[in-house]
Each structure stands twice: as C-alpha cells, then as structure tokens.
C-alpha cells in the first residue's frame, strides 16, 4: 500500500506533538508499505512554493516552502499554487491513501484532489483550525477560551493573529523580545521608541497588501473546511470532546473516535527518579543540561526532597505555564519547577517568566523572593531521545492548558513512564486522566485548586505511587498503524 500523510509542518523544523506522531506513525508504517510524508515550511529567504524532495529519520518527505505571502485572505486556505504542487505529488507518487492532520499552510481542495485521484482519504481532528483561522485553539486575542466562531470575535482575532501577519509580525516579535530581555535585566525601563516604530510600520504594510479579514470571509473560509471534512472516507478524533465540538459547529460527518498510539519507552515504569541528562544528552545543548541538571542527578524522590514538577510544552499563554509557576509559589517550599519546551513561540512571555521565577540557587534569590519560594528551572526544547530522561526526573506532570486540548500527547507519553499527571479539567483532557483515581484535575487559571493539590502531593508521597498503579494502559504505535491500515483498506 501507499500511503501519503499531509500534515502543516514536520520534523526537523517543527517536532511538536502532532509533528512527532506523524513521524513515528509513517516510520511504522513503512515497515510494511511505501510512505510520504507531504508538508510546508516556513522558510525565510527561500523561493515561495519551491518544492523540496527529501527525508527524515528514513520517512520519505515533499516539503513545499510556504512562507504565507498572501494577497487576500482567501489565499491562506484556497490556494491554487499549493494545490497544483499537491497535485502533482499525488500524480507521481500514485497514494492508494491520502490520510490528512492538518490544512494550516495547504489548500481545502486537497481533499477533492485526492479522492479524483482514487485514494481514500481520512482525515484526523487535531484542534479547531477547521473553524478557527487563527490557529485552531479557539484561545482569543485578549487570552480568553473562544464559545466559537462569530461576527464580533473572529474578525478581530485574526487580524491580530500570527497567521495574519505572517513573515512581519516574526521581525516584530524578534524585535519586542530583544527589547524586552534587555528590559528584564534592568538594561530599559520600556520598550525603545524605534522598536515600536517598527511595529507599526511592519503591520501597516501587512495591512496594506493583505486587507483583515471580514466575517463574511471567514464564514464562507469555515463553511469550505467543513464540507472537506464531509467529503472524506473517514474523520477520526482522538478525543470524544473534539469530534463532538466539531460537529456542533457544523460537520455533519459522523467520527470514528480513535487516540493517538505511541513508541514504547525504554522503561515504561520508572523505578528512580534521577535525573542524568548531564551524561546521556549529546549535541548543543549538553552543556545546558549538564549546568541544568547537576544539581538533582542522584537524588531520589523522598518525603523530605523537593517534589520534581515537570510542565512540557512551548512556553505560550494557552499552555498555562504561568499558573502552575504561580501555583507554585503560593504552595511554598520544598518544591521545583521544571520546564521543558521551547521559549522562541513567545520570546517575550518565556523572558518574563524567567526574570519571575528563575533563580537556581538560594545566593541568586532575588529580593521579593522568600526562601520558601520554589525553585523553577527552563531547560528550552529537549533532544530528541530524551524523552524517557526528561520524565526519570519527574515526580509528578503538570498540564494547566487554558484552552480546550484535544488529546494532549504528553499525557500519554507521562502514563507510559508511569508518571501521575495533574491536569486542567478542559477539553479532553478529563478522557485521559480520571480524577482522584489515576491523577488529578482543576479548573482551568484556578491557582489555588492547583497549589493545594501541588501540596498535597508533596506532603503525601505515597499518593503518587497509589496514582501511579492505576493509570490506564496507553496504545501502542505498532497497534496504531494497523488500527489505520484496516481503515485505509475500507
């Protein structure tokens, strides 16, 4: 069989969770058949729309440069240089299935395309993107929890989205975050009068050449999504929350609930919690976990060392870092943060919260700190086969999403390695984590559930380990790719 994902950016560029599954789901299936992966990039200074053949990890891949230089609205989602080019793979690489992850940087007439091509087509739910052009969080511009598409929300928040201003708005952010890490140091006391110059110039000529979007657009830009859904062999969802969502927003398509599947650990049941990064990470940042990470290798979790808090993920507003960094603080002592992700998403959040809460030493506190403050450590992205490392120096995970996920992978990847999570009840998080029984959950932004059961569990260490016997079994990637081979062969 010959299998064709489609997914909006891949590996190495992006390694996110959905671009991470993707690859480990293709490299699966390429034991047994012929498998593509067909993405964009962004890629600054390159000709827009070169095609760029090639692999990674031994997955065959079309990369297609899209660096979002649109005239109009329409072009982010009906683009017909983006569906030539997909056409033209689909012709040489003759797809007997075409499993679609996400139309963010493509076209909706891929799906036509491929099915005109003889190809089944299945398409997974990821997120809200289908009727949610800002990104597909339905996490607005003023950082609140969007009820859905409307004439009063949508075109405002897409016109302040980074899928709007595209290429400017990265020199924007380059240029905000380099003032405002000098600005954290004590260097300014605001932002320097040229960079805000900057900013608006920069959106002026965005503005300029891609008017905002009106809602009738946007409307007719949904509508189109949904009927491509429609239209497919199959929709799958990882969570019973997502697909339920989306077709109260419209899709009539009826969804078969499928999860993710995952590469087993090295040790899917962790018995130390030592932390060796220093030693088994390579490449350029293995000084930074070495510096990082010195301090707590060696030490297991005991009643009396701190309890190990791990949040993993880009350091973003919906992903709630900053309540579990205040969580945190109000619970007190005894207690470390450790974060794990990327700080480059929103440059100017990631130096703010480090200012705040970073301080590796007790000689480092700085003055509104008391000594019962917690420490937080911000170890940026980690390599890539760190994963079961990173999770060996965690008592427990923390998710304080505040935005509806779908299926958060990093649960699952916690549960395989046996570490209990506490998560917002939000989205479809709850199908995952079963309060009180295999973990717990709290109101989404609610800091202080979180601090009390942050104390709760390091003043009761025995907790974690009755949470830890009773977390749920998690799907093999192995199991996954057969699950979708059978779908395909429908």
Known sequence: MRILHVIHDFLPTVSAGVEVYVFQLARE?????????????????????????????????????????????????????????????????????????????????????AKAAGARTVFT????????????????ADAKICP???PSRCPHCYASSALYLGPAERVVTALRSRAFASMAKGVRKRLPRAVETAVRLAKSAVTAVHPPASWREIGVRNEAMLRAFDACDAVLSPSRFLGRSMQAFGMRKDFVHSDYGFVRPRDSRPTTHDLRLATSCTG????????????????????VSPLR???????????????????????????????????????????????????????SLP?????????????????????????????????????PENS????????MRGVPVIASHMGGIPELVRDGVSGFLFAPGDVEKLAHLLRRVRDGRSLLADLAKRLPEIKSIGANAVELERLYRR
């Not at 289908?130 to 990104?135: E, L, T």
């Not at 390599?383 to 999403?401: E, H, I, K, N, T």
């Open 284 to 303: 350029p940042n293995a000084a930074r976990w070495a510096e990082a990470t010195s301090s707590v290798v060696g030490r297991r979790s005991s009643v």
């Open 148 to 150: 859905g598409p409307g």
């Open 408 to 415: 958060p992978l990093v649960i699952h990847e916690a549960t």
């Open 367 to 403: 003055p509104h700190a008391s000594r019962l403050m917690p420490h937080a450590f911000f170890n940026g992205p980690f390599p890539p086969g760190a994963l079961d490392d990173v999770f060996r120096g965690l008592d427990v995970l923390v998710v304080p999403s505040v935005w």
């Open 125 to 140: 739910l990821h997120d809200f993107f289908a009727v949610c052009p800002s990104g597909g969080q339905l996490f607005d």
């Open 309 to 363: 808090v791990g949040f993993i993920g880009p350091i973003t507003r919906h992903k709630g870092v900053e309540v579990l960094l205040k969580a945190a603080e109000i619970a007190g002592g005894r207690i470390e943060v450790r974060v794990h992700g990327s700080e480059t998403v929103d440059p100017a959040l990631s130096a703010r919260l480090k200012a705040r809460y970073c301080f590796p030493s007790a000689s």
């Open 29 to 113: 299936q390429a034991r047994r058949h012929e498998v593509a992966v067909f993405h964009a990039s962004f890629v600054a200074g390159a000709p827009n729309y070169e095609v760029r053949p090639g692999s990674h990890g031994g997955v065959r891949t079309i990369e297609v440069v899209n660096n979002r230089l649109h005239r109009r609205f329409e072009d982010s989602w009906n683009n017909a240089r983006m569906e030539a080019i997909f056409a033209g793979a689909v012709r040489d690489f003759e797809p007997d299935a075409v499993h679609f992850h996400h139309l963010m940087n493509h076209s909706v007439g891929y799906v036509g395309i």
